[in-house]
């Protein structure tokens, strides 16, 4: 290692950490308090994680939902080495890369349906958002419907961060400061509830957006089955968009490629990111139809064109490594390997609740599960002020166990590459820790 990086020991890197690093989604009050000490994570292997003492954890949550093969897979690894030796980046602003040129035609060849032609890519989930946000309130402009300008939220979404995406979100603790600012949204609680729009209503919905099938900072919670599809003709009926937010649930975390298969949908924008690049670097994608493209074809003067990108758009390394996490799918047959490790984690998430008076609800969609706490004298949700989830989960820690909770619910992630006796000891994990609170 050169001499601008000299060796650091555990504590010297938790104290710069205490000292500079401001962490995400995280009291910092608490997290410089001088009795805790930063898990300082120095490698990775497969499903595990190995921290600066040498210990090893299964990634439980999957680096916040992004990893899909583990760590360190040799053809994603080798796929990256590669492109590294011809070119990191290039703009995406009037010139190519060839990476992005093969990743967007294979991202159409594996999207659902026919219909998504077009892809344009961004840096994360919430610029993936705010694409496809900005391609529909445009299109509507271009296409002399300047009256459909609101959007169709649900309540306890999350759709990011950015201004216009987290303008959407239903979860008042993300997004509250942006209720005035962004975009305007009729936040409904149910399929029902759009349903029930006068046709006037309807006539000035631009877009409906959600996450198919499961919403995950609301808790891991599960939609009913087929409000998806009803959706999708609610739409169809109306002449509306349909924006699937596919950052959690795409690429295999459902048991299939895309959450929509499992109801048959194809939506008008398809928002892609997390485990596009297997979890490896940060790279988004928004699909999108022929139709939608062309609105935004003229003449230079007429202005037109889509006025959005950021500077690491199309970021050749990035798309060397999405197009290998696509190789690993096909070449060990992934989705494959998936129904005997979802049918596992069902039953070892059965068994633990039968055996753990604190654990409530258990919802499960592949190999996404959430589990609720409550007061096991009660039957009630404790408050969750006492965090009693993120001591659990800090507890997880002794036993082989990284995740991160939503307030008072456990989160399971796995890696698609876990075995099943991985998944009963991540669960096991969970169990031991709550029956030690």
């Given amino acids: 290692m050169s001499s601008f990086l000299p060796p650091l020991t555990s504590g010297d890197l938790r104290r710069l950490d205490h000292e500079h690093f401001w962490h995400p989604f995280t009291?910092?009050?608490?997290?410089?308090?001088?009795?805790?000490?930063?898990?300082?994570?120095?490698?990775?292997?497969?499903?595990?994680?190995?921290?600066?003492?040498?210990?090893?954890?299964?990634?439980?949550?999957?680096s916040i939902w992004t990893n899909l093969h583990g760590h360190r897979h040799p053809v994603i690894d080798a796929a990256i080495r590669d492109q590294l030796d011809r070119l990191a980046h290039c703009s995406a602003l009037g010139f190519a890369n060839e990476p992005a040129i093969r990743l967007a035609a294979k991202l159409v060849e594996v999207a659902p349906g026919d219909s998504l032609t077009r892809?344009?890519?961004?840096?994360?989930?919430?610029?993936?958002?705010?694409?496809?946000?900005?391609?529909?309130?445009?299109?509507?402009?271009?296409?002399?419907?300047?009256?459909?300008r609101r959007f169709v939220?649900?309540?306890?979404?999350?759709?990011?961060?950015?201004?216009?995406?987290?303008?959407?979100?239903?979860?008042?603790?993300?997004?509250?400061?942006?209720?005035?600012?962004?975009?305007?949204?009729?936040?409904?609680?149910?399929?029902?509830?759009?349903?029930?729009?006068?046709p006037e209503e309807a006539a000035g919905i631009n877009a409906?957006?959600?996450?198919?099938?499961?919403?995950?900072?609301?808790g891991m919670r599960l939609w009913p089955v087929g409000m998806l599809r009803r959706i999708r003709e609610w739409c169809d009926r109306h002449g509306t968009f349909l924006i699937l937010d596919e950052v959690m649930t795409g690429f295999g975390r459902t048991g299939k490629l895309?959450?929509?298969?499992?109801?048959?949908?194809?939506?008008?924008?398809?928002?892609?990111?997390?485990?596009?690049?297997?979890?490896?670097?940060?790279?988004?994608?928004?699909?999108?139809?022929?139709?939608?493209?062309?609105?935004?074809?003229?003449?230079?003067?007429?202005?037109?064109?889509?006025?959005?990108?950021?500077?690491?758009?199309?970021?050749a390394l990035g798309c060397a490594a999405a197009l290998a996490n696509l190789r690993v799918f096909e070449e060990e047959r992934v989705l494959e390997t998936l129904p005997g490790k979802i049918e596992a984690f069902a039953t070892a998430l059965q068994e633990a609740a039968e055996?753990?008076?604190?654990?409530?609800?258990?919802?499960?969609?592949?190999l996404i599960a959430g589990i609720d706490l409550i007061d096991p004298t009660t039957g009630i949700a404790p408050d969750w002020r006492e965090?009693?989830?993120?001591?659990?989960?800090?507890?997880?820690?002794?036993?082989?166990?990284?995740?991160?909770?939503?307030?008072?619910?456990?989160?399971?992630?796995?890696?698609?590459?876990?075995?099943?006796?991985?998944?009963?000891?991540?669960?096991?994990?969970?169990?031991?820790?709550?029956?030690?609170g």
């Fill in 355 to 366: 055996r753990t008076p604190a654990f409530g609800q258990v919802r499960q969609l592949g």
């Fill in 119 to 148: 892809v344009f890519f961004t840096d994360d989930g919430s610029t993936a958002i705010e694409c496809a946000c900005r391609m529909a309130a445009q299109y509507r402009e271009r296409s002399g419907e300047p009256g459909r």
């Fill in 258 to 315: 895309f959450a929509c298969e499992h109801e048959g949908v194809v939506p008008d924008f398809l928002c892609l990111a997390k485990g596009l690049t297997g979890g490896y670097l940060p790279l988004a994608a928004t699909l999108t139809t022929e139709r939608v493209f062309e609105a935004f074809l003229g003449l230079y003067e007429e202005q037109k064109t889509f006025f959005y990108g950021h500077s690491y758009c199309a970021n």
């Fill in 153 to 198: 939220a649900f309540d306890g979404a999350y759709h990011g961060d950015t201004v216009g995406a987290a303008s959407l979100g239903g979860i008042p603790a993300f997004h509250g400061l942006f209720a005035s600012t962004g975009y305007e949204v009729a936040r409904l609680p149910s399929i029902e509830a759009l349903e029930a729009l006068s």
């Fill in 208 to 218: 409906v957006i959600l996450e198919p099938l499961i919403q995950g900072a609301a």
């Fill in 387 to 436: 965090e009693n989830g993120a001591k659990i989960c800090r507890r997880a820690r002794a036993h082989g166990l990284l995740t991160r909770p939503i307030r008072d619910t456990l989160t399971l992630m796995p890696p698609l590459c876990v075995n099943e006796d991985q998944i009963r000891e991540a669960v096991h994990a969970l169990e031991v820790a709550t029956r030690e």
């Fill in 27 to 62: 009291q910092m009050r608490d997290w410089c308090a001088s009795e805790v000490d930063p898990l300082v994570i120095i490698s990775g292997s497969g499903p595990y994680l190995f921290d600066s003492e040498g210990t090893r954890y299964l990634d439980g949550n999957s």
